[in-house]
C-alpha cells in the first residue's frame, strides 16, 4: 500500500545544532508540505513543493529549509535548531489537479522535535 | 483571511451513544476535509467533502458549502474514537496553498 513516512519519530538536539527530518511518500504526488504544530497555533504550513527542485515557503518558514531532488522525498533542515523550534513536524502530500488547495492531502505520522 | 470555527470544543460521550460535530468557515471553500488525531497523534483522513455528503461505516459527513458549514456524525460511538477531530478547509483566498485547520473537537468516550 502506499504511505508516507517521517524518520525519526522523535529527537531530541541542542541549540545550535543542524538537524535534518525525512519525509518519503509512494503514493507518487507531486505535491508535498511541511506542517508544524504547537498548541495554540494549530498546524502552520512551513514549506511546500509542487514537484522536483520547486519549493516554496509558507507561513512560518524562517530557520527551515527544504530541498526536492525526486518525487518521493522532502527532507526538512533546521539550519541552526533553536527552542522555539520544538515542535511536532508533519509531512503530507497530495496528487497534482489543478492548484494543491483543490486536492486532498495525507498526512505522515510525525515527529516530535526537541530542541534544549 | 479565512476564519475555522468548531463546535463543541470538547464532548464526552458514553459508549454507544452518537454526536454531531460542526464546522462552521467564513468564506468560500475549495476544499474540506475531516481529520481524526489519534491520542498518539497521528492525523487520519475521515473525509474529503468540500460539498455533498459521504459515509464511511458508522462515520458520515455533510457539508453545505452555500451556507459555510461542515457537520461530521460519529454513529454508535467506541473508545477508538477518542481523540481530537479536526476540519480543515482550503481556498484560492489564501496566500499559501495550505489548508487552513480548526481548533479541533476533543472527545473522549468512555465505556
Known amino acids: 500500500d502506499a504511505e508516507i513516512t517521517q524518520s525519526p519519530r522523535h529527537k531530541i538536539t541542542e541549540t545550535g545544532r543542524q538537524v535534518t527530518l525525512a519525509c518519503h511518500q509512494t503514493?507518487?504526488?507531486?505535491?508535498m508540505f511541511w506542517y508544524r504544530q504547537d498548541l495554540g497555533h494549530g498546524l502552520r504550513l512551513i514549506h511546500y513543493s509542487y514537484g522536483v527542485q520547486d519549493t516554496n515557503k509558507g507561513e512560518v518558514s524562517d530557520g527551515y529549509s527544504v530541498s526536492r531532488s525526486n518525487t518521493e522525498d522532502l527532507p526538512l533542515t533546521l539550519e541552526s535548531a533553536a527552542s522555539s523550534q520544538t515542535s511536532v513536524y508533519f509531512c503530507?502530500?497530495?496528487?497534482?489537479?489543478?492548484?494543491?488547495?483543490?486536492?486532498?492531502?495525507?498526512f505522515g505520522p510525525g515527529t516530535r522535535l526537541t530542541v534544549l | 483571511g479565512i476564519q475555522v470555527e468548531q463546535s463543541p470544543p470538547d464532548l464526552i460521550l458514553q459508549e454507544g451513544a452518537n454526536s454531531t460535530l460542526r464546522c462552521n468557515f467564513s468564506?468560500?471553500?475549495?476544499?474540506l476535509q475531516w481529520f481524526h488525531q489519534n491520542p498518539w497523534g497521528q492525523l487520519i483522513n475521515l473525509f474529503y467533502i468540500p460539498s455533498g455528503t459521504k459515509q464511511n461505516g458508522r462515520l458520515s459527513a455533510t457539508t453545505v458549502a452555500t451556507e459555510r458549514y461542515s457537520l461530521l456524525y460519529i454513529s454508535s460511538s467506541q473508545t477508538t474514537d477518542s481523540g481530537v477531530y479536526f476540519c480543515a478547509v482550503a481556498s484560492m483566498k489564501t496566500s499559501y496553498d495550505k489548508v487552513i485547520f480548526g481548533p479541533g473537537t476533543s472527545l473522549s468516550v468512555i465505556p
Open positions: 503514493w507518487n504526488h507531486n505535491n
Open positions: 468564506d468560500s471553500v475549495n476544499n
Open positions: 503530507a502530500s497530495s496528487e497534482s489537479k489543478l492548484r494543491a488547495i483543490y486536492n486532498e492531502q495525507f
